[in-house]
C-alpha cells in the first residue's frame, strides 16, 4: 500500500481537476436516488438513467411507487440486469420506508441498511450524495482503481473502504467515491487503460502501464 504522502497527493490532482464532481445518475429527491442506486448494481449508469427517466415521471415516492405495482414497475425496467430482483426489491423498501419512515429515507446507515436491497455500498452512495455525509462507497470501480494504484490491497470493498478512510481527510472523503468512479471509467479502463490522457500517470506503477 502507498504510503499516506502519495495517495493524498494524487487525491490533490484529482481535487485540482474536479473540486466538485457529481454522481451521473439522475434523480429528483432522496427516494429516486435510493432506487437509482439499487437499480445501477451491475448495470450501467446510462442504463439507469435511460430506464429512470419515464419511471420516475409517474413513480418519485414511496407510494406512488407502490401504487404502479411490481408488474408494472418491471415494464420499466427491464432493459436493466436482474430487473426481477430489483423490482421486488424496491417495491417492498417502498412498503417499509410507507409504514416505517413516514415514506422518508432515513439520514443513517443503520436504518438504511435495513431497507430489502440495500446494502453498504448503496448506503454509502445515498449518505454521501443526498445527505452530504463524508462516506465512501467501494463499487467495481473503486476497488479495481484502488488496487491498481496500491491504494489499497484489500480482499473486500470493506477492507478497501478502511483502507481508505483511514488516510482520507473528510473532505477527500466525501468526493473520493466519484474522483474514483470517473477516473476508472472514462481513463482508467479495465482493460485497456488510456495512459495517454491519465492526470496522475506520473503516480503510476501498474504493470498494465500503457506509456
Known sequence: ?????????IMAVFNELDPNPRCELNFHNAYTLLVAVVLSAQSTDKGVNRATESLFKIADTPQKML???LENL??????IGLYNN???SIIALSQELVEKYN???PANRESLEKLSGVGRKT?????????NQPTLA?????FRIAHRLDFSQGKTPLEVEKDLLSVLPDNYVKNANHWLVLFGRYICKAQKPDCDKCPIKEFCHSADKRI
Open 123 to 131: 448506503a454509502n452512495v445515498v449518505l454521501n450524495v443526498w445527505f
Open 86 to 88: 430489483k423490482a421486488k
Open 138 to 142: 467501494v463499487d467495481t470501480h473503486v
Open 74 to 79: 418491471k415494464s420499466y425496467i427491464k432493459t
Open 1 to 9: 500500500m502507498r504510503n499516506k504522502k502519495e495517495i493524498l497527493d
Open 67 to 69: 401504487s404502479l405495482g
Open 103 to 105: 415514506s422518508e429515507v
